[in-house]
């Protein structure tokens, strides 16, 4: 199974911005389908944005206009920038890549938090 080593979260004042970043262990893989989650306190996982199949990306409603999500196949890292934070965007963020046998990779999640 391929490691993913997530970077960039932090804390930042609302209006801000952060890169996150999620590397995997190996580069001898490719990406197949991917995404970004969160978790805030005392709800469920919830999807951020994700690449479909046919590479297709898609946003949550609350998050469309502000995140960009991207990956660079060759370095087998897929990136989150966020921008103009919200209070409500604070949570635990995971990445996933997903390789062609069916496999998941999840990373460790990090914490981002927004403050008012």
């Known amino acids: 199974q391929v490691q993913l080593v997530e970077s960039g979260g932090g804390v930042v004042q609302a209006g801000g911005s952060l890169r996150l970043s999620c590397e995997a262990s190996t580069k001898s893989f490719s990406i197949n389908t991917a995404g970004w989650y969160r978790q805030a306190p005392g709800k469920q996982r919830e999807v951020v944005a994700s690449l479909s199949r046919n590479k297709k990306m898609e946003y949550d409603d609350t998050v469309k206009g502000r995140f960009t999500m991207s990956k660079d196949n060759v370095s087998k890292t897929l990136y989150l920038q966020m921008d103009n934070l919200k209070p409500e965007d604070t949570a635990v963020y995971y990445c996933?890549?997903?390789?062609?046998?069916?496999?998941?990779?999840w990373g460790q999640g990090m914490q981002v938090t927004v403050s008012a």
């Open positions: 996933r890549l997903s390789q062609y046998s069916g496999v998941d990779n």
